[in-house]
């Protein structure tokens, strides 16, 4: 079981740039697929970014690639999500997850933090 604290969220302006971050608790993080998920206002949760378990393969949602890089620190039991060239659309409340194996489907993650609010001005 592994328990998810994301943090980094805030308000910036497009244009701007964030970067995410996701504390994992838990000594079997490193077996764990980790993903990066956002819902927007009135929207449903939508798949952003994944990366497996070694940090070898990365995956993203065809809107935020070349905008967005998720990358992990085992070590650190850590998980990132590094936000460039942030537009309005972005805005969303984004969450941290963990599953067992490569999804790009909300449904295959086990395990989700509380989120973190990006909000991002014209």
């Known amino acids: 079981q592994v328990q998810l604290v994301e943090s980094g969220g805030g308000l910036v302006q497009a244009g701007g740039s964030l970067r995410l971050s996701c504390a994992a608790s838990?000594?079997?993080?490193?077996?764990?697929?980790m993903g990066w998920f956002r819902q927007a206002l009135g929207k449903e949760r939508e798949f952003v970014a994944a990366i497996s378990t070694s940090g070898a393969n990365t995956f993203y949602a065809d809107s935020v690639k070349g905008q967005f890089t998720i990358s992990r620190d085992n070590a650190k039991r850590m998980v990132y999500l590094q936000m460039n060239s942030l537009k309005p659309e972005d805005t969303a409340v984004y969450y941290c997850a963990a599953t067992n194996a490569i999804s790009l489907r909300t449904s295959r993650y086990d395990y989700w933090g509380q989120g973190t609010q990006v909000t991002v001005t014209s």
């Open positions: 838990g000594r079997t993080f490193s077996s764990y697929v």
